[in-house]
């Protein structure tokens, strides 16, 4: 299968204002890339890539006080199966996860897990230890929290998901994440694109967030808000959560005046646009 | 000059529990020390030493259910200088930062940027920025912040300190580290040893915690408790707040009995003890 | 002048549940209605009305599981007035305050003075005591917070309005009460009607909030949303806070479908409907 | 049964500041009193006595800039049973409790109702409603909070007894009457007098936080910290939590330096001391 990816994202800049954006699709899957995945600015400003310490590819520059456009069009290849379900995959003790999984443990500035420890411990402590714990805290959070983009706030923590009880897609994952490590999974937040594909529902396009789990030696995609194996999910980048992998940081005032994302299904790598 | 140092620290455990610590000097000391750094546990248990994401010495190991002793006692040399101080010490616009240093624009755990930037930028905003900036914040939480280990308390976050106005050193910093990141200017929380040399007071010993703001292209330590030049800091680790950088961190129950540390000035490098 | 009130509300009602409403003018303005103040509920049900412990007129209800209609529709008479300006009022020293006005110092669910106490005194310990400094109080909050409707949040609290800087008419008041309080000056929440009488905006009517501070010997109506004299407040309900004064509490589920509120001036006394 | 009750507080008061006290014994115990039960203030000030919106006898008074001695030593006459117990209490529906009650349904400054409105549903919704509800609630916190002085903070919230799991008499009390109030059971803090007669343990007196649940037509005492019937309280205040009825309030800088609290039976009313 192959998906269309894009986005046209537009800020007014009153001064100049450094930038950081999240807008490239994650290592891991460039190799699937089938067209090139360049972040195009206008107006022209100088970007130096890097890799975060998460191993994200991050962009940075310094915006002018004018009108920014953040635009791309790329085609990745997807296996187009749904997320993988494996329902007899393991907890690890603490003392067997790899050494770089431990950080996901921690506390985090959306996930508090000294908070919510104990609550965790009482919803989920009982559960069969595994994915069907990683899946039982996923529905508890799908079943207890109310979508609405009206809800959506920046400071919102799992805790306040937690007592609160709506939110957009994040902060379910926050909650998710939040109840993961407090029972010694590790879970990171993941972003990236999600279309509909496979879908009936076709609700407005924007990035999504999901989380990942480790269990059995590998991480594997949660989705506490769609909770349902998706197919088409392309991953931009993992952090401890949203603040960590925001799609955009400004370091100063930024107002967004545009914003529109793509990720849908076609029948085939597309002819390159002439006199590239 | 040469600083002895070590602690003594017990916990009882009711069960197996994984356990990391960060007990280590930090690999930037490790040329100063002057004995083996090695951190002793009885009972016997396989240990395991990694470094984490930010570049720290971590042991890792699974305590059985008993006494647990972690014990250490070395000898690092140390230039007996006070902290520098570099009142012209330029801040760099976020453009020009290096990479490795914008995570530590960012929100933690403990330092609620987000939330405290506006209070900020009313408070500190007007300073000239640079050095005499991160010495205001250091004054200003300095001398509004009442120490008292009764407030001890580890869920408190920066904003917490903010209203309050109570803590220990812990809270103090990351208070200043929460106004300084809210002002583009990268902190990190930093933890070590810190002994009473050249101090008149003598404190019951204790790992301390300071930060480092990165101004003219390096890390500066910056203490928002003790707010003046200290001698013989010796640094275990850096991370973005203290959930990164707990002295032990346990993945179940464990119970703190008995904490000592030590950081003193000794006269020379000692005769190693026999068989060594 | 004259001025027609009235409201319309509606809400799906799942399973009967008890209601108390505040929808009547406050008895301190009983005196001015020039028409009935009488709450129309359909269906019918019985109807209670009680004073609460802070004098305002409440009724209670049980309301079947249907669609639930509140209606009224009124006339005051009104001096036409701008709100009373008295830049000589006295604050008075807590040791001389009426007793009764003695809780209106204290902590409040959504007024949180305990929390915000340092910060009031650093913010405005140094105005001269008085009338100039509430003033000085809302000009502040009303220059510091940008308002939106966007930004209602039930939860949120005077602490974080401080800190994020967003709100409706309620977050406003509350900052500004948290502030009052925490310099000793009496001051209450009051919710009303409020018309765009003498005001060139027509925003969405509503019902409004404000509060009263207490200087002089007397109660004073301060706004820190508008934050100008405003003629043709019609008060319904003071309180500590808004959770004390809600239009409607409804003690399960209720959903709000429908709300609509009046207050215009009018030329005179309408003909009183026929067989009334 | 007669109980010898006292107290005795000082606090170094730096300026003149006003205070109010709640050390009075409770109108509704006033006919058991076999002594007079008079506030004794050094140096002598002007005491004011008044009745607060909730009952209670309130105390104000000036204190000048010296220490302050507040003392009592009364005698009371108590039927020397312990605590009621009345498992066939009922609820009432919200619909047929009295107007007076409706209050203690509401949020407060500790008891955040809205947002722990969720979390005692889940928790104690499916338990047969009436007393047994309530001393399920009680159970509940009693068995989760972990007791301790050293935990004793005054800003600490029913959610964040929730969320922490430690706390002082006042907590446990909090996080009942948010669950209670948020099952529609009207609920409202006490405070007052409770020796250690009856029990065996001896733990250093305090005045001591219950609270009060209405079932049944009538005001019941529950106490999640002790969670045991007790014999001779003595209630000095209720009110919606520890805002409305602190001991003492000062309106200002006041250090408490002593506090020290009697509440002891005795074996008969002693014979009034010469002179009186």
Redesign the interface.
């Known amino acids: 299968m192959f998906i269309r990816l894009g986005y046209e994202i537009e800020f007014e800049i009153p001064a100049p204002v ?1 930038m ?1 954006s999240m807008l490239s699709v994650h290592p891991s899957r460039v190799p699937d890339l089938r067209a090139p995945d360049e972040l195009s600015i206008e107006p022209k400003v100088a970007l ?1 890539n ?1 890799t ?3 191993g994200n590819r ?1 962009t ?3 915006a002018p006080a004018e009108t920014l456009r953040l635009r791309n069009a790329t085609l990745i290849e997807d296996p187009g199966t749904p997320d993988p379900v494996a329902p007899h995959a393991q907890e690890h ?3 067997e996860l790899p ?2 999984t ?2 996901y ?6 996930c ?1 897990v ?3 420890s ?2 965790a411990t009482e919803l989920f402590g009982g559960c069969t230890p595994g994915w069907g714990r990683v899946q039982a805290i996923c529905d508890w959070v799908n079943s ?1 929290v109310m979508f609405g983009y ?1 809800h959506a ?3 919102r923590t799992a ?1 306040d998901v ?4 709506v939110g957009v897609c994040r902060d379910y994952q926050h909650l998710a994440i939040a109840f993961c490590r407090a029972l ?1 999974i590790p879970a990171r937040y993941a972003t990236g694109y999600l279309g509909d594909i496979g879908v009936a529902l076709t609700p407005p396009m924007d990035f999504s967030a999901w989380f990942e789990a480790y269990l059995d030696d590998q991480w594997w995609v949660f989705d506490a808000r769609n909770n349902t194996p998706r197919i088409g999910r392309v991953l931009i980048a993992t952090g401890r959560d949203a ?2 992998v925001a799609i955009t ?1 400004s ?2 005032a930024a107002t967004l005046t545009r914003f529109a994302v793509l990720a849908e299904e076609t029948t085939g790598p597309p002819v390159p646009p002439l006199g590239k």
């Open positions: 450094a950081v130096t890097y975060d310490h998460f991050c940075r520059f310094v003790p603490v003392g050494n770089e431990l950080l443990l921690l506390n985090s500035r959306y508090e000294d908070r919510l104990n609550i207890k009206q706030r920046p400071t805790l937690f007592t609160d009880r010694n603040s960590d940081t370091f100063g």
